[in-house]
C-alpha cells in the first residue's frame, strides 16, 4: 500500500493511486429486483452455460457485452441477473462459501466489504487472472485494488467519482448561474433552492450504502487535504476516526439536515425515489457516484438536464479535494463448474474496446486509454481535482468488512437524532479496531 503515501501526484500517477478503493459503493448502486437477460447460439446447442449476478449499475454494460460475446462465441450461454447490493454481500458471499456460487459475479475492489477483493480471495474463492493480457496493463498503483499477494482476482473497467448530480435547468430556474465552488457557496445555493420552493439535497438513507456517500463527498477536504498521510497513520494507531477530520465532516452533514435542505425522513426515502425526485425536479440534487448518473439520466425528461460537480467541502475552493476510485468489477468462482469459460470472459472483457464501452455505460473515466476512449462531459469538472487532490473511496483502506456497515448504521441514527457524533466515531473506531 506504499503508493498511496504520498497523495500530492501528477494526473497519470493519481489514476494509478486510485487502485486501493472502491465504490463502496460504494459505493455502488442497486436496484430493488432481480432481472435477467441471456445469450444463447442461433442454429446450435450451447456447449457451455454460464451464469452471472451482479448489481443494477452493471446491468448496462453487461448487456452491451453479452450481445458482443455471443457474436464472439455463439456456443456459449451467457444469462445474467442483478440483485441488491445487500442482497449480493450477504447471499452471495453465502453462496460462494457453499460452493454453489455462479461462474462470474460481482466483486468490489480492495478490501472494505464481504464481497471485496481481499476478503473473498483470501478465502480461496476467487480465480487467479494473472495470466489474462489486461492485466499486465493496470497501473501500478491500480493494483491494491485488483490484486492479492501480486495476483490478479477482480477485473474492473475504470474508475468513478463522489459529487453532486444536479438537474441544470432547475438550478436556472432558481437564479443558479454556477455550480459552488467552496462550503459557503454550497450551503448558499442550497437555501437558494429551498426558498424556490426545491428540496435542495434528495436523500435516500433508507438504502444503506447511500448513507455513506455524504460523508464520503466530505471527509477528502476534512481530513486528505490537511493530512495526505491519515491512512498510514490510522493503520499505525496513531490516529483515529474520532480524532481527525471526520468528525468536521459528520458535523457538515447534520448541518445539512438542521437547516432543512434534506427531503423529509431521509431514513424513509429510497435510492431510487431519490433519482426520481432529481430527475423531475422536486429535487435539486444528489450526492452521488458517478457510476449511477446513467439511471439518473434514465429517468428524466432531458438527459441533459443532469449533470455532476465536487462538493467543495471547505472554505477555501484551494483545499477541496475529491473522492474518486475504481467501479465495482468482477470474478470468476475458482470453484466454478465452467472456470475456462468465466476466464474466457472476463479475457474478453479486458480487450480495450470493451473496457471503453463498459466505462462509457457507468459514466467512468476508462481504466486504461486510447485514442477511441472518451469521458463523459458530466464528470470533466472533476478532472483538475486529479493532478494532486484526489483520494480513494475511504473503505478501500480500511482493514476488514466490519467498519462500512457500521458507517451506513451510525449515519441512519445520526439522521434520525438515536445517537450524537460522539458515539458514532466510537463505533466505526471500535469496528475498525477489530
Known sequence: MTELRDARLSRVQFFRMMGGLAVAAAA??????????GSTGQGQASAVELRFVGVADQKAPMDELVAAYK???????????????DQVQTSLRTQLGAGNAPDVHVVYPGSGSAMSMTQIAGAGLLADLSDQAWT?????????????DGKTYIYSAGSSVIGAIYNKKVFQEAGIDAPPTTWTEFL????KLKKAGKTPIALGAQTPWVTQLITYALVPSTVYAKDPTFDDKQAAGQTSF??????????????????????????????EQQISMVATGKAAMAIQVSAVLPDFRKSAGNPDDLSMFPVPGADD????????????????????????????FIDFLGKQENINRWAKAIAAIPLTQDAS??????????????????VPFMDQRWPNAEVQPVHFAVIQDLLAGKIKIDEALQKMDEAYAK
Not at 484551494?318 to 468462482?333: H, R
Not at 476512449?373 to 484526489?390: G, N, R, W
Open 28 to 37: 455502488t448502486a442497486c436496484s430493488t429486483k432481480t432481472q435477467s437477460t
Open 136 to 148: 499486465q496493463t493496470i497501473p501500478t498503483g491500480f493494483k491494491p485494488a485488483f490484486q492479492k
Open 317 to 344: 475552493a484551494a483545499q477541496v479535494w475529491i473522492p474518486a476510485g475504481v467501479v465495482v468489477g468482477l470474478g470468476a468462482a475458482a470453484k466454478g463448474k465452467n472456470l475456462a469459460e468465466a476466464k474466457a
Open 373 to 390: 476512449s472518451s469521458i463523459d462531459p458530466a464528470v470533466q469538472s472533476f478532472l483538475p481535482f486529479t493532478k494532486d487532490k484526489a
Open 71 to 85: 457474436q464472439a462465441k455463439p456456443g456459449v450461454t451467457l444469462a445474467t441477473s442483478f440483485a441488491p447490493t
Open 242 to 271: 474520532a480524532k481527525s477530520g471526520w468528525r468536521e465532516a459528520m458535523e457538515m452533514y447534520l448541518e445539512l439536515q438542521k437547516r432543512g435542505f434534506f427531503n423529509d425522513k431521509p431514513n424513509g426515502t429510497t435510492f
Open 188 to 191: 448558499a445555493v442550497c437555501d
